[in-house]
């Protein structure tokens, strides 16, 4: 079965520093896709940011961007230039095909003016 | 746009009864799934319906049903309520099925067994 690992249940980060969250996986799968979603206090889930597994290069959105790593199954999500608003539970997920959405425990994020 | 939404937000309800939460999709998304949303077991996924058929069904018991109307709005049931289905139920809904489809998550509905 496919399972999702963040081993890091707290981080914290001063503003406008960048800070790294964890996500490993397991999957015996090749083709899958992995997202990051943020939960902020409101509750309602976010797409950060996703990344095909077949894709090498790394997915970017603005201040965020992941280290993919496929024979290491881990999927990093960097934030660079830490705000405020980015404060919030961050949940790394696997989906592949005909699959339902596999999620990990989340991290906790805080930043710190 | 409108986005995901969920009813109602809070329920209070009592071990036994049962409990229909509800859950209207974007316009035109046909796929809707649910998840419990636990501090102990974190998000877990409840099932999947697209086009008012259920797709996919996570490991939960019997007393959790769900289903899809041909408007695409769903809603979950739940029967013989216990204290431990307190929970943050959320649904979400996408254009597709498919495992490179965005899913986009309501804000919840916040349920509470006593």
């Known amino acids: 079965a496919q399972t999702v690992t963040q081993s890091q249940p707290e981080m914290s980060v001063q503003e406008a520093e960048t800070v790294t969250l964890s996500c490993t996986y397991d999957?015996?799968?090749?083709?899958?896709?992995l997202f990051w979603y943020k939960q902020p206090p409101s509750r309602q889930m976010i797409l950060v940011i996703r990344?095909?597994?077949?894709?090498?290069q790394n997915a970017t959105e603005n201040r965020f961007s992941v280290n993919f790593q496929k024979a290491a199954k881990s999927f990093s999500l960097k934030i660079s230039d830490s705000q405020l608003g980015d404060a919030a539970m961050y949940f790394c997920?696997?989906?592949?095909?005909?699959?339902?959405?596999?999620f990990g425990a989340g991290t906790r994020l805080t930043v710190k003016p | 746009k409108a986005g995901v939404t969920q009813t109602p937000r809070y329920l209070i309800k009592t071990r036994g009864q049962q409990v229909t939460l509800s859950c209207s999709p974007i316009s035109g998304h046909r796929s809707v799934s649910w998840y419990q949303q636990t501090p102990g077991q974190g998000l877990q996924f409840l099932f999947e319906y697209f086009s008012e058929t259920q797709r996919n069904k996570g490991n939960f018991p019997g007393r959790f049903s769900g289903r899809q109307f041909s408007n695409s709005r769903s809603e979950m049931n739940v029967s013989t309520l216990e204290l431990g289905d307190s929970a943050l139920y959320l649904c979400a809904s996408s254009l597709l099925v498919g495992q490179n489809t965005e899913a986009f998550f309501g804000q919840g509905t916040r349920l509470t067994v006593v």
């Open positions: 999957t015996s799968e090749s083709d899958y896709y």
């Open positions: 990344q095909e597994a077949y894709k090498q």
């Open positions: 997920a696997y989906r592949s095909a005909g699959d339902d959405m596999r």
